[in-house]
């Protein structure tokens, strides 16, 4: 009993301690996402800018200046020979007193609305900036899911799966029979795979485990000896037990207390608008103070969704507690039935 005990308390330790090279294998990977990611918004951006908004989009390192009103030519669209020749003019005249700028597919747009009307009105925004952390979480996304896919020695999230699901069927065969066994482990498995919902009740009363739980590690299991093709159709069944069972738990609080911080993040941002620190034509930075704040309430929202009801850990214990309470009352309405009893047989006498 002892080696196997041995075995399987390495193989815990082994899935819990962090792998260096996993980790940089998701940060890699999540940089790569990003990159096409990054590129795939600024295309959908522009598309809706053009489509719905009818706005003039200027990105191709055309010079523009600071105002609609200080082009050369106001109708430079169709002019463009002539609006080209003034705007070198400007560019080669250091004294003039209308800025250009030069725009950037990646760093400078130009972004006109309502041309040709008196609401006319140019923003200048910086892409880069303003869409890095939608990016970079849509990439961390993609990167997980694609880690669990992976074998577990280079899989970070699968890693972390199996790890979770090592965690728990120890946990049971600790409690079932109070040792640990792979023999035991295995037996285990195979009565959480094979179990109905029926099943499933019983084991979570004779366990003391909550049923939620014992879905969860089914879920699990069947998910770890399923084929790559149904693991990539359902992730979540796989993922569910380190995301509900460990990660809402351990750092719950910590994501909420990065909501705040954005939040602070974001006050601060429209306050310096408020006071004109930031023009309203340069948008970039309450852009991207609001996508700062997006992603973490979307982190948060996300560990919501798999937290465990408060009322799970609780459950068991207040079925002994109300089991215990129904007894005692029991028990207290036996003895007035007797001394009822006992009153009604003197009486006779």
């Not at 489509?51 to 082009?71: H, K």
């Not at 250091?94 to 609305?113: C, E, G, H, Q």
Request: proline share 4%; charged share 20%; hydrophobic share 45%.
């Amino acid at each position: 009993m002892r080696k196997n005990t041995e075995e399987i308390r390495r193989e815990f330790y082994e899935l819990s301690e962090k792998n260096k090279g996993q980790f940089v294998l998701i940060i890699g990977l999540t940089l790569v996402i990003s990159v096409f990611t990054f590129f795939a918004l600024l295309a959908i951006t522009e598309f809706t800018m053009q489509s719905f908004l009818m706005a003039e989009v200027s990105n191709d390192g055309t010079p523009r200046t600071a105002l609609i009103s200080d082009e050369p030519d106001h109708d430079f669209y169709t002019e463009r020979e002539k609006w080209q020749k003034d705007m070198d003019n400007i560019m080669n005249n250091p004294k003039s007193s209308r800025k250009v700028f030069a725009t950037n597919y990646v760093t400078n747009w130009v972004i006109d609305l309502s041309v040709g009307t008196p609401s006319e009105i140019r923003f200048w925004v910086n892409p880069l900036f303003s869409l890095i952390i939608p990016a970079m979480l849509i990439s961390a996304i993609i990167a997980v899911l694609i880690s669990s896919l992976m074998p577990l020695n280079i899989g970070f999230m699968r890693r972390l799966i199996e790890r979770e699901t090592v965690y728990y069927i120890d946990k049971i065969c600790y409690k079932v029979h109070t040792y640990y066994s792979p023999e035991k482990n295995h037996e285990i498995e195979k009565q959480l795979i094979n179990a109905d919902i029926h099943d499933l009740h019983t084991f979570a009363k004779d366990w003391g485990i909550p049923i939620d739980e014992l879905k969860i590690i089914r879920h699990a299991l069947i998910w770890r000896m399923s084929s790559v093709l149904y693991r990539f159709i359902h992730p979540l069944k796989g993922m569910n037990i380190y995301l509900r069972l460990y990660f809402t738990e351990k750092y719950g609080n910590a994501i909420l207390g990065l909501v705040y911080m954005g939040a602070a993040i974001l006050i601060i941002v429209i306050g310096l608008r408020g006071l004109k620190f930031i023009p309203a034509t340069h948008p970039s930075p309450i852009i991207f103070s609001l996508a700062v704040e997006f992603t973490l309430l979307f982190t948060y929202a996300f560990t919501l969704i798999f937290a465990k009801p408060e009322q799970i850990d609780e459950t068991y214990e207040s079925d002994d507690r109300a089991t215990q309470q129904s007894l005692l009352s029991n028990i207290d309405n036996s003895r007035d039935i007797e001394n009822l009893l006992r009153a009604f047989i003197k009486s006779n006498k």
